[in-house]
């Protein structure tokens, strides 16, 4: 099983990115993904949650700003961040736990975003 996360970069506050995560090596579609994320000093944090079905779940922090979304067809995951601030910046997971594979948890390499002006 392999996730590769892409979509990382630098943008000013304000901007957009939309992160990328294509999943291989298992069956995309029956599994909820995530996005994490990790900013220097502080501990991994969920992001944002996607089920099988499409039902979704934010981090208080970014509602309203975030959306994320999949298309089963690609094994991709996706996460749009709209309005980023500073505090976005971290390093973003893609995440799931694989039901094919009795809940093992898997994660991507990490892209890194960087909110500055």
């Known amino acids: 099983v392999q996730l590769q996360a892409s979509g990382g970069g630098l943008v000013q506050p304000g901007g957009s990115l939309r992160l990328s995560c294509v999943v291989s090596?298992?069956?995309?579609?029956?599994?909820?993904m995530n996005w994490y994320r990790q900013a220097p000093g502080k501990q991994r944090e969920l992001v944002a949650g996607?089920?099988?079905?499409?039902?979704?779940n934010y981090a208080d922090s970014v509602k309203g700003r975030f959306t994320i979304s999949r298309d089963n067809a690609k094994n991709t995951v996706y996460l749009q961040m709209n309005s980023l601030k500073p505090e976005d910046t971290a390093a973003y997971y893609c995440?799931?736990?694989?039901?094919?594979?009795?809940?093992?948890?898997?994660w991507g390499q990490g892209t890194q975003v960087t909110v500055s002006s």
């Open positions: 995440n799931f736990r694989d039901i094919v594979r009795g809940n093992y948890n898997y």
């Open positions: 090596g298992t069956i995309f579609s029956i599994n909820a």
């Open positions: 996607i089920t099988s079905r499409g039902s979704t």
